[in-house]
Structure formats: C-alpha cells, structure tokens
C-alpha cells in the first residue's frame, strides 16, 4: 500500500475572542495540533490522532469542551461530543451528558462498542461508568470564570444565542486528520452555547452538522450557533463541495456561505479533503485554530 503525506488540522472555536483570550487559544490549539500530529507522524490512525487532540483540549480550560464548559440555564455543564471514522462512515457520539471529563472518548465508545450513532444524557453516562471512565463531580468541570459569567448571562436581559456569538469567548473545539494510509476521520466536542435550556442538543454531536468524515470526499469539522448550522448540514455540504472537484479552501468557504445565506448563521467549518490539502472559514470576528503546513505547525485566530 502506498503511503501518503498525513494532513492535521484542529480548532478551538469561533467567536468575537477577545485579544486577552487569544494567547490561551492558540496555546491549545497549538497543543493539540502537536499531539495529534506526533501520532499521524509515527503511522497512527486519524481517528487515534483525532480523540487524542480533541482530548487535549478538553482538558484546557481554554475552550468550551470538557473542563470549562459553558454552563446551560440550571447552571450545569451538559456536554456533546462526535467522532468519525471516514474509512467506514462509523461515528459515534454523545449528548447532553453530564459527568465526564473526556465526552470524546465516550464517543469513541459508542462508534466502537455499541450498535449505536449517538446515546445521550443518562445512558452515555452509564455507559462511561460500564468501560470505566470516571464519572467525575459536577464541580470538576466547572471553572469560577464560567460561573461568573453565567451569572453576568442571567442578568442580561437582551441576551440571545445569536448574539452569544457576537460577542462571548470561549469556543468548541474540532479536528480533522488524514492519516498515512489515506484515511480521514473528524471529531468535535463541546459544551454548547451559554445559558442553553436544559437537555439542549446542538449541531456538534450531530452526524453531517458538527462533523463529517468520508475518505471519498474530505473531513470537517464545525462551530458556531448550532441551531443555524443543523439547518444548511454544514459539515457535508463542506465536503460534498469537496467531492465535487471544489478546492478545499473554496469547499469550506462556500459552505461558510451557504450558511450566512440561507440560515443568517455564524460559525467556522476546518477540512481535510481526500488528497489532503486544509481548508478553514468562518464569519466570526475570529476562529482559533492550528494545523500543519510542510511539517511546521502553523496557528492563528484571524481570517
Ligand atoms: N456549535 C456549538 C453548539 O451550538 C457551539 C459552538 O460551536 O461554539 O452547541
């Protein structure tokens, strides 16, 4: 079998970050993109690559995933995640679950240990305690930041979701990765949208609109207003423009287009397609992310 040149690119969100945020953003993306990258550099799988960037970053307070996550109306963090595997259009995801730390490797979990796309709340937190990983208190996941700014939310009276990406930091986190053997897969993971009613899915665990992954066209993976890109399907339109000879730059543009208008959105969408060249946009003041260029990492939070 020939080997290709691996491709790897992770993001952290996009929103209208402000400057005192970007030095942490890029630092995770960074980290990620570090971490994934060792392990498509050794000859290991995208989907590996995938779970352990997105795991990074949900260990980072930095972003909206895992630990620091936005917390919904009641005050708690209820958490989606989704994973892809592009060889065989597995996925796996999670939703709305509460009480753990790395929702991506649950993800995992469901895509490789049940018959199972997507269980949420009660059940994916059972099923974390039936292959061991811990169930963690609420208090584990939750920073003061986030309580203070949940509490600011609650006395804004004009408050609204669209608005939130405006003007709020902190954002999902995403990756794409193509391995040596040609193979894409794609993940995301996230904690939502600020002040969500209770039970809330957006589009981040959702298969074609937080994440797509088929090696016949390309990888991608989205943020923003989740209710926006559930309706233009943002992930596979990004790459069924890919699979139709598009550029992956004009792919994820194009799509980015689709979704200011025909749904008024706001978000960013990053993609691998099959011969492994990177695309990102976003209509966000700003979208963290990093990747790898000619074996340098490569980060930045501007268009
Ligand atoms: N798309 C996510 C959601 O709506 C939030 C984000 O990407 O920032 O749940």
Not at 222 to 228: D, I, L, P, Q, V
Request: with cysteine.
């Amino acid at each position: 079998m020939t080997e290709v040149t691996p491709a790897f690119i992770v993001h952290g969100g996009a929103w209208d970050m402000p400057d005192a945020e970007v030095p942490g953003h890029l630092a995770g993306c960074r980290r990620a993109a570090e971490i994934g990258w060792a392990i498509l550099s050794q000859g290991g799988s995208a989907v590996d690559a995938v779970e352990a960037a997105i795991r990074s970053m949900e260990d980072d307070p930095a972003f909206d995933a895992g630990v620091g996550a936005w917390l919904n109306e009641a005050g708690e963090v209820e958490l989606d995640a989704i994973i892809m595997d592009g060889a065989t259009l597995e996925s796996g995801a999670v939703a709305a679950v509460q009480h753990v730390r790395n929702p991506i490797v649950l993800a995992r979990l469901v895509m490789e240990r049940t018959p199972h796309a997507l269980i949420a709340a009660k059940g994916a937190e059972k099923l974390a305690a039936q292959h061991g990983l811990p169930l963690v208190d609420e208090s584990a996941l939750l920073t003061g930041q986030e309580l203070e700014r949940w509490r600011a939310i609650k006395e804004q009276r004009d408050f609204s979701m669209k608005t939130a990406f405006g003007g709020a930091p902190r954002g999902t986190v995403g990756a794409v990765a193509r391995d040596r053997r040609g193979h894409l897969a794609a993940g995301t993971s996230t904690g939502g949208t600020p002040n969500k009613m209770q039970g809330r899915v957006g589009d981040s665990p959702l298969i074609g609109c937080g994440c797509y992954a088929d090696d016949l066209s390309a990888g991608a993976s989205a943020t923003g207003w989740g209710e926006s890109i559930m309706k233009v399907v943002l992930c596979k339109t990004a790459c069924d423009g890919a699979a139709a000879g598009g550029a992956a730059q004009a792919a994820a543009e194009n799509a980015i287009a689709v979704l200011a208008d025909r749904a008024q959105g706001l978000g960013g969408v990053i993609l691998i397609d099959r011969q492994g060249n990177i695309g990102c946009a976003f209509n966000t003041p700003r979208m963290a992310r990093a990747w790898i260029e000619h074996g340098q990492i490569r980060a930045g939070v501007e268009a």
